[in-house]
T-cell receptor, first 115, second 113 residues
Framework: DQQVKQNSPSLSVQEGRISILNCDYTNSMFDYFLWYKKYPAEGPTFLISISSIKDKNEDGRFTVFLNKSAKHLSLHIVPSQPGDSAVYFC??????????????FGTGTRLQVTL | NAGVTQTPKFQVLKTGQSMTLQCAQDMNHNSMYWYRQDPGMGLRLIYYSASEGTTDKGEVPNGYNVSRLNKREFSLRLESAAPSQTSVYFCASLSGFNYNEQFFGPGTRLTVL
């Protein structure tokens, strides 16, 4: 049962335009969401996050929107740059054991930014 | 700071062989994690360690064992490798309760023939 879903396996966007990556979740107990970026042959790196008490968080060119009622979040990249070409994973936090938070990841969306 | 380091980077095993994947972090983080990444499956949690001396199963623990050797090191062992364990393995660490951002190592690409 996939609790975090990224239904678009790939996305192609022209340089300078907006990239919108989507993520849906089913578990209403998730209370924190993160986006990770992954280049080939490297580990994922943290990009941006949002708490469930907010509906928007912005960091430079990256903005994450959360719609709790729809159990949907999206990552907007404006303007898109060729260096943004990577796989983007959505992740949700659910379940704590002491100081450990557990992430549930989506399947990823491969973004290609073309010239 | 090296962050999270993993060894080896690549490994090829034959079915039935055993091996240990090593992970170390120099950020003084309490929690450490092992994930596997397979095509179309995202990252799935194998085992995690909330703090030194504790380990717990994640989503896909079968066929694996872990050891939290000390605060810095968290190893993953395959006792009898199977082709289904062909994957890319990532180790990650987390500083504490109020910080959800996990830091990942570069990964180990394992092929089981």
């Amino acid at each position: 049962d996939q609790q975090v879903k990224q239904n678009s396996p790939s996305l192609s966007v022209q340089e300078g335009r907006i990239s919108i990556l989507n993520c849906d979740y089913t578990n209403s107990m998730f209370d924190y969401f993160l986006w990770y970026k992954k280049y080939p042959a490297e580990g994922p790196t943290f990009l941006i996050s949002i708490s469930s008490i907010k509906d928007k968080n912005e960091d430079g060119r990256f903005t994450v929107f959360l719609n709790k009622s729809a159990k949907h979040l999206s990552l907007h990249i404006v303007p898109s740059q060729p260096g943004d070409s990577a796989v983007y994973f959505c992740a949700a936090v659910g379940g704590y054991t002491g100081t450990a938070s557990k992430l549930t990841f989506g399947t990823g969306t491969r973004l290609q930014v073309t010239l | 700071n090296a962050g999270v380091t993993q060894t080896p980077k690549f490994q090829v095993l034959k079915t039935g062989q055993s091996m240990t994947l090593q992970c170390a972090q120099d950020m003084n983080h309490n929690s450490m994690y092992w994930y596997r990444q397979d095509p179309g499956m995202g990252l799935r949690l194998i085992y995690y360690s909330a703090s030194e001396g504790t380990t717990d199963k994640g989503e896909v623990p079968n066929g694996y064992n872990v050891s939290r050797l000390n605060k810095r090191e968290f190893s993953l062992r395959l006792e009898s490798a199977a082709p289904s364990q062909t994957s890319v393995y990532f180790c990650a660490s987390l500083s504490g309760f109020n910080y959800n951002e996990q830091f990942f190592g570069p990964g180990t690409r394992l092929t089981v023939l």
